[in-house]
């Protein structure tokens, strides 16, 4: 039996619709227009359920030959929208990629490459080297009270030694400190030994200025408590600082006097064909550790307070610590 008009006339619609479904999902350019198209070919009242309402007029072999056709080109359909749409969203990540791409090696465009301020450089590099010596950092308060500034370091309400410190004061109690050494007491307070640390920070003090004094300066505070620690160990490791930090410069250590340590001693480095005095340190007082409530027949220390200013002026030849300060680029671009 010869096929009938109507299913002649049906495979053909279904061909039709086939190439024109083919051309409009391939040029559709965006998602939008694809749920469009979706709906126009195949939804209840698209183009592929018309051509199906038009099966009665089909003999009863050949509709599910046209049924089996229209289920094929369904599928199809289907396919190339899920296909065209995963194209679409791969070309869209692309783009993004590309336009979003980061290089990181890219030399920066006009931010001028700066450096490190003289001063911030000698400290991290101080720390780097007690950091390498097992040393933890630790911070204090540049607002101190008294007690911590002075008392708790062996220096009571009247004692002659308050006079080499002579601070500013922001109450009866509170001052500006004007040494690191209080991050000892508070370390201690918290921390009980052994322990390793240094405390870098700000200073202030009512000195008058002059190539080698300012009111306001830097220090890092050294402090080691542990069982049976000696001079040696103290004098070991200024050493090994030292050495460390400036190579071979003549170091002098010379007995001095302060009130948290016994015995005390005062480092100097040549400089300008001068001693300068850079550190002063010495054995922990047991009069500070009884006042921390620490046993001074078992535990014993050193500690040291370093002027970074005076690091920095000996390392770099400097003369005047006051340039330090200023900003002027001509001497701060040197480094
Ligand atoms: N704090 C002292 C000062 O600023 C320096 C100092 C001396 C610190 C001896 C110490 C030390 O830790 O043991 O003059």
Same mark, same amino acid.
């Given at each position: 039996?010869?096929?009938?008009?109507?299913?002649?006339?049906?495979?053909?619609?279904?061909?039709?619709?086939?190439?024109?479904?083919?051309?409009?999902?391939?040029?559709?350019?965006?998602?939008?227009?694809?749920?469009? @198209?979706?709906?126009?070919?195949?939804?209840?009242?698209?183009?592929?359920?018309?051509? @199906?309402?038009?099966?009665?007029?089909?003999?009863?072999?050949?509709?599910?030959?046209?049924?089996?056709?229209?289920?094929?080109?369904?599928?199809?359909?289907?396919?190339?929208?899920?296909?065209?749409? @995963?194209?679409?969203?791969?070309?869209?990540?692309?783009?993004?990629?590309?336009?979003?791409?980061?290089?990181? =090696?890219?030399?920066?465009?006009?931010?001028?490459?700066?450096?490190?301020?003289?001063?911030?450089?000698?400290?991290?590099?101080?720390?780097?080297? #007690?950091?390498?010596?097992?040393?933890?950092?630790?911070?204090?308060?540049?607002?101190?009270?008294?007690?911590?500034?002075?008392?708790?370091?062996?220096?009571?309400?009247?004692?002659?030694?308050?006079?080499?410190?002579?601070?500013?004061?922001?109450?009866?109690?509170?001052? @500006?400190?004007?040494? =690191?050494?209080?991050?000892?007491?508070?370390?201690?307070?918290?921390?009980p030994p052994p322990?390793?640390?240094?405390?870098?920070?700000?200073?202030?003090?009512?000195?008058?200025?002059?190539?080698?004094?300012?009111?306001?300066?830097?220090?890092?505070?050294?402090?080691?408590?542990d069982e049976g620690?000696?001079?040696?160990?103290?004098?070991?490791?200024?050493?090994?600082?030292?050495?460390? #930090?400036?190579?071979?410069?003549?170091?002098?250590?010379?007995?001095?006097?302060?009130?948290?340590?016994?015995?005390?001693?005062?480092?100097?480095?040549?400089?300008?064909?001068?001693?300068?005095?850079?550190?002063?340190?010495?054995?922990?007082?047991?009069?500070?550790?009884?006042?921390?409530?620490?046993?001074?027949?078992?535990?014993?220390? #050193?500690?040291?307070?370093?002027?970074?200013?005076?690091?920095?002026?000996?390392?770099?030849?400097?003369?005047?610590?006051?340039?330090?300060?200023?900003?002027?680029?001509?001497?701060?671009?040197?480094?």
């Amino acid at each position: 039996m010869s096929a009938s008009t109507n299913f002649q006339q049906l495979t053909y619609q279904l061909e039709a619709l086939e190439a024109h479904a083919v051309s409009q999902i391939t040029d559709a350019s965006d998602a939008a227009t694809l749920d469009h @198209l979706r709906v126009i070919l195949l939804g209840k009242k698209g183009e592929l359920p018309a051509i @199906l309402s038009q099966m009665s007029k089909l003999s009863e072999t050949e509709r599910p030959l046209i049924g089996q056709r229209a289920n094929l080109l369904k599928e199809e359909i289907n396919s190339l929208l899920k296909k065209r749409l @995963l194209l679409m969203k791969t070309a869209v990540m692309n783009e993004r990629i590309t336009r979003e791409k980061l290089d990181v =090696t890219a030399p920066s465009i006009g931010i001028l490459s700066g450096h490190r301020h003289p001063l911030i450089k000698t400290t991290e590099d101080i720390v780097d080297i #007690f950091c390498g010596l097992g040393y933890s950092v630790e911070e204090g308060p540049e607002i101190e009270t008294d007690y911590y500034n002075f008392t708790a370091l062996n220096i009571p309400q009247h004692h002659p030694a308050r006079d080499m410190q002579d601070t500013f004061y922001l109450s009866e109690s509170s001052l @500006l400190r004007t040494h =690191t050494s209080p991050v000892q007491i508070r370390h201690l307070e918290k921390n009980p030994p052994p322990t390793r640390i240094i405390a870098p920070g700000r200073v202030y003090r009512r000195d008058g200025v002059d190539a080698t004094h300012s009111p306001v300066f830097h220090q890092v505070e050294v402090l080691a408590i542990d069982e049976g620690l000696d001079f040696s160990h103290l004098r070991g490791t200024v050493m090994a600082f030292l050495k460390q #930090f400036f190579g071979d410069l003549p170091v002098r250590f010379r007995a001095s006097y302060f009130p948290f340590t016994e015995p005390s001693a005062e480092v100097d480095v040549q400089w300008r064909d001068r001693w300068l005095e850079v550190m002063g340190c010495g054995m922990v007082d047991p009069a500070v550790l009884e006042g921390l409530g620490l046993d001074p027949e078992r535990w014993s220390g #050193f500690a040291a307070g370093l002027g970074v200013e005076r690091f920095c002026m000996v390392r770099h030849g400097i003369d005047d610590i006051r340039r330090l300060y200023t900003s002027d680029l001509r001497f701060l671009q040197q480094f």
